[in-house]
């Protein structure tokens, strides 16, 4: 407020004028009042520089939403300069010119105010002369039809005639958020009074139309409040129409935002469901991996014990009398590690069809396998015994039989390496395979059609792979074969040699089936700790099968939570979308209630402009029989005054008539002197 009033000081020094005293002490109390955003100079008189000081401060004001300027003698210049500076005010929302005798120049000034401002709600304009001159009111009612701010007009004493009337109608058609027009004590007239009625028919806002003291009949009057009654109606339940729907837009709206929360919850929830299957099956998977690892561990035992004992079946071999019993234990070793070899690849085969039954081709390809490889392992047991047989032979016979035969069980231990080579390729394929199919178990539950594509190439790599693993255990066979034959041509000509040799070399193998018998209890002794120590992998192995069924019953429990969770997402889904078609039906059965008030409203306004035209055509009507009276009035009036001229002029004939006989009289009596 203070920066207000220096600045009101300034604008008035530049100008050359003193700041009105009055104006400052206004402005003082202001400041100390607290009515701090009403600017009230009413009843105080304001020279031209103050007006214009005011208007230029006025133009961005933000402080005064009220501006009381009554009774202020301001001329018309210094209107004009107020009115140009509350153009460009976008706060003030009252404004109070009453009683300024606003002529031509303010009323130009306001139809401009009118036009640019859009913040002025309500303008009192009583005791002014803006009616006077026409075309500037014309100037000032085109401001106000294109006004879209503006609710309450007081025009009240403006001295507007029927034509001011005529072009203020104009106004008010193209205005519509005028609420209240005062425009009592003016000259409208009959034919103003006419055009505002015919106007109200095309403004449905005007609520309050004052027109008391303007001359005009009861009738019109009459009309006028009933369109007002009318229009006041017609506002009230547009109002009650607004203030449901939007009740109802804002019921619809939370029902929306509920819902919307309610499913993104439940979306939430069976997010996390799905994490913590995903962390399950991780977790499930790294144990199998884990229990992979160890299976692994105990094959790279069951490896190194096949391996020790190849050593001493090498060893075992030097032996003369008592190798047969050696190779039997051997033999037994074998077969219960084959016996092993086959538990363990059926307990893979039903833990695999356990996991998914979409493998069992794939597992049974693999058994198929399996059963080949054991086969080929009895092959090569039946051809290790018939050369053990032969070496014992040849041992019985001749010392030099031993080199020979150990040849031939390097040749053996090569050809079994080779075995082994392939059973380990053929190994790593099937831990290949066995990682393909841990990824596919994990993919299973995002992408279903994937991991059956997945499957039948990963069928088709095996199919290969089988393929070519018979092919390399044919060619196996083959070198097999020619490898013995070479080994009987050899063996042969050992024979021959060894008979010649035989009775030398006895004493020495008798020695040497001592150490060999002493040798035997020692393998003997490391085979039952070898047991010991197979018996001990079959056990932690079943512990490790047991482990894994109960991670698949977890894995299938697991699935069988998500498939009912989905089951309830797509229930509560459904619930959701049957309220929300309720809700509709309900909306639409109030919309469709909203158009039949729609439907009466057009019904009682095409009634009510039945009603106006019948009743505008019993007032013309009424006017021809009152101009047919008022002419017969004029008629009889005529007559009236004939016959009195007549009247008249008898009288004054019998006047004269009268005073003619008694002038007459007077002169033919005769005088009695002169008798």
Excluded at 355 to 376: G, P, Q
Aim: glycine residues 4%; neutral net charge.
């Amino acid at each position: 407020m203070e920066e207000f009033r220096r600045s009101y000081c300034r604008l008035c020094k530049d100008s050359g004028a003193e700041p009105q005293e009055v104006v400052l002490k206004q402005l003082h109390d202001l400041r100390e009042g607290h009515h701090k955003s009403k600017l009230d100079l009413a009843t105080q008189s304001l020279s031209i520089d103050t007006c214009g000081a005011l208007g230029k401060l006025l133009q961005n004001d933000i402080l005064f939403s009220v501006v009381l300027l009554s009774d202020c003698m301001m001329s018309e210049e210094g209107s004009k300069l107020l009115i140009q500076g509350l153009c460009s005010n976008t706060v003030v929302r009252y404004l109070d010119l009453k009683g300024n005798n606003l002529r031509a120049i303010g009323a130009e000034a306001l139809g401009k105010l009118l036009r640019q401002n859009k913040s002025i709600q309500s303008l009192i304009l009583e005791w002014n002369n803006l009616g006077m001159w026409e075309e500037s009111f014309s100037l000032f009612c085109e401001g106000l039809g294109a006004n879209t701010t503006l609710q309450q007009l007081d025009l009240r004493n403006n001295q507007i005639n029927h034509k001011g009337a005529e072009e203020l109608v104009m106004a008010l058609k193209n205005n519509s958020t005028l609420l209240d027009i005062d425009l009592r004590w003016n000259n409208i007239g009959l034919l103003g009074g006419r055009a505002i009625v015919n106007c109200l028919s095309s403004n449905k806002t005007l609520r309050k139309l004052e027109l008391a003291g303007n001359n005009i009949p009861g009738d019109i009057l009459k009309a006028v409040e009933q369109a007002m009654e009318y229009n006041l109606d017609r506002q009230v339940s547009l109002q009650e129409n607004h203030i449901r729907t939007y009740v109802l837009s804002k019921e619809v709206q939370n029902l929306k935002e509920e819902k919307s929360k309610q499913f993104l919850n439940l979306m939430d929830t069976i997010d996390k469901q799905r994490e913590e299957i995903s962390r399950n099956c991780r977790s499930s998977a790294v144990r199998i991996g884990q229990l992979q690892e160890t299976l692994n561990e105990r094959h790279s035992i069951i490896k190194s014990l096949k391996a020790k004992l190849q050593m001493t079946e090498a060893a075992l071999a030097l032996s003369e009398q008592k190798v047969q019993d050696l190779n039997e234990l051997l033999t037994t070793a074998q077969q219960e590690q084959i016996n092993l070899a086959q538990r363990q690849s059926k307990e893979l085969k039903l833990e695999q069809q356990e996991a998914a039954d979409r493998e069992s081709k794939l597992l049974k390809e693999l058994t198929a396998s399996n059963e080949r490889n054991v086969l080929l392992h009895n092959q090569v047991d039946e051809l290790e015994r018939k050369s053990k047989m032969q070496q014992e032979r040849l041992f019985l016979t001749k010392q030099e039989l031993t080199n020979i035969t150990a040849e031939l069980k390097l040749r053996l231990t090569q050809a079994e390496e080779r075995l082994e080579m392939e059973k380990r390729r053929f190994k790593q394929s099937l831990e290949d395979s066995e990682s393909l199919r841990l990824k596919e178990i994990e993919r299973m539950s995002r992408h279903m059609e994937e991991s059956e594509r997945c499957l039948q190439e990963r069928i088709q790599k095996l199919e290969t792979v089988r393929i070519s693993l018979e092919e390399e255990v044919n060619r196996v066979k083959k070198t097999v074969l020619a490898e013995r034959g070479q080994a009987e041509e050899e063996m042969m000509k050992a024979k021959n040699q060894v008979r010649l040799e035989m009775q030398q070399r006895m004493t020495h193998l008798e020695e040497k089936i001592r150490l060999m018998s002493q040798a035997r209890d020692e393998v003997q002794e490391y085979c039952l700790q070898q047991k010991q120590a197979v018996a001990e992998s079959q056990a932690k192995s079943n512990q490790m099968s047991l482990q894994m069924e109960g991670l698949r019953r977890q894995l299938e429990e697991l699935q069988q939570e998500l498939i009912n969770k989905e089951q309830e997402k797509v229930t509560e889904v459904n619930k959701v979308r049957i309220e929300l078609q309720e809700q509709i039906g309900h909306l639409q059965a109030e919309r469709t209630a909203q158009e039949g008030l729609k439907e009466k409203i057009a019904t009682l306004e095409r009634q009510i402009k039945v009603m106006s035209n019948s009743h505008r055509e019993a007032l013309l009507d009424r006017e021809s029989e009152n101009a047919s009276m008022r002419e017969k009035l004029r008629l009889k009036n005529a007559e009236i005054n004939r016959l009195r001229e007549e009247e008249a002029q008898r009288a004054s004939f019998l006047q004269n008539a009268i005073l003619a006989y008694v002038q007459g009289s007077s002169l033919g009596t005769p005088n009695p002197d002169k008798c």
